[in-house]
């Protein structure tokens, strides 16, 4: 069965740095997304992305984070000066029809910001 | 937005036990889905049922998207089972692209 695949599994940064985590959606896949969950609290939604651009965005998704497909296959979120508060689990989910299908989540990335 | 809750919060059972997981949601929905996080942070989907029942193995779920709400059934609980469950839902109300709301999930220990 395809499979949402992430990279790195875990990252460790010093605050003020960007990092970019990276996701490989399902092939044939048209929406992506990204999740955050702050150890011992539920999954949030960050971003949607779709045709090529931002299609919803939550409150927590502010000016340091941004997102890009960069070629067929990746999509990427950036944070670009990372904060202690920035450390969570990442998760990266796609699917073939938005809202009418179900979404397929990645492994998740775990950052931890020092 | 749409409210997602669930119940129990917590809950501890001895290994064969049944159980039944509920997550109430405040709109009508065009997706909902239940999910296992394991013990090292995955998500593993479980259910894609925005109406009706589904079985598969052990687990089974039923939602009845008139009443808002769904029911995740888990029988003969194995010690795998445990972990937290969530219930994450799509409103009906909201664009294409829609991210899912999670509720906050039931934490499920399974005792040998």
């Known amino acids: 069965e395809p499979e949402v695949t992430q990279t790195p599994s875990h990252q460790v940064t010093q605050m003020g740095q960007e990092v970019i985590l990276r996701c490989v959606p399902i092939s044939n896949h048209l929406y992506f997304y990204w999740y955050r969950q702050i150890l011992g609290q539920k999954v949030e939604f960050l971003v949607s992305f779709y045709n090529n651009e931002i299609s919803e965005k939550s409150e927590i998704f502010d000016d340091q984070f941004s997102v890009e497909r960069p070629d067929g296959s990746n999509f990427t979120l950036k944070i670009r000066s990372t904060k202690l508060e920035d450390s969570a689990m990442y998760f990266c989910a796609s699917s073939a029809q938005g809202r009418n299908s179900p979404l397929h989540f990645g492994n998740g990335t775990r950052l931890t910001v020092t | 937005g749409i409210q997602v809750e669930q119940s129990p919060p917590d809950l501890i059972l001895q290994e064969g036990a049944n159980s039944t997981l509920r997550c109430n949601f405040s709109?009508?929905?065009?997706?909902l889905q239940w999910f296992h996080q394991n013990p090292w942070g995955q998500l593993i989907n479980l259910f894609y049922?925005?109406?009706g029942t589904k079985q598969n193995g052990r687990l089974s779920a039923t939602t009845v998207a008139t009443e808002r709400y769904s029911l995740l059934y888990i029988s003969s609980s194995q010690t795998t089972d445990s972990g937290v469950y969530f219930c994450a839902v799509v409103a009906s109300s909201g664009g294409g692209a829609d991210g899912l709301t999670f509720g906050k999930g039931t934490h499920l220990i399974i005792q040998p």
């Open positions: 709109d009508s929905v065009n997706n």
């Open positions: 049922i925005p109406s």
